[in-house]
Nanobody, 126 residues
Framework: QVQLVESGGGLVQAVGSLRLSCAAS????????MAWYRQAPGKQRELVAE???????NYAGSVKGRFTISRDNAKNTIYLQMNSLKPEDTGTYHC????????????????????WGQGTLATVSS
């Protein structure tokens, strides 16, 4: 019904930059908060940044001042501009939308969905 598709990962040297994108598609009524999480090998998934439809943002302390999250509401797409990358930023970056309102048949579903993307790998070499 609703999908999140990430793109933009890759291999980059330390202090370099990457820009990730995540597009939501499907029978969407409304997507409020969208977020980026990352999971490094052997570690738990952690929140990197999140943004509301109104543009309010929140960042993990480890990425403040280096990463910028933004969104295009018309496209239901968020971006993560990652600058001054460090090897510890390596991981699989997953897009998340915790409460998606969607159409069920001809009606707006009374329930909301939490949706995760499949992830995109970002590798930062030293």
């Amino acid at each position: 019904q609703v999908q999140l598709v990430e793109s933009g990962g890759g291999l980059v040297q330390a202090v370099g930059s990457l820009r990730l994108s995540c597009a939501a598609s499907g029978r969407i009524v409304n997507v409020n908060t969208m977020a980026w999480y990352r999971q490094a090998p052997g570690k738990q998934r952690e929140l990197v940044a999140e943004i509301t439809s109104g543009g309010r943002t929140n960042y993990a302390g480890s990425v403040k001042g280096r990463f910028t999250i933004s969104r295009d509401n018309a496209k239901n797409t968020i971006y993560l501009q990652m600058n001054s990358l460090k090897p510890e930023d390596t991981g699989t970056y997953h897009c998340n939308a915790p409460r998606v309102q969607y159409y069920s048949g001809s009606y707006v579903s009374e329930r909301s969905l939490e949706v995760w993307g499949q992830g995109t790998l970002a590798t930062v070499s030293s």
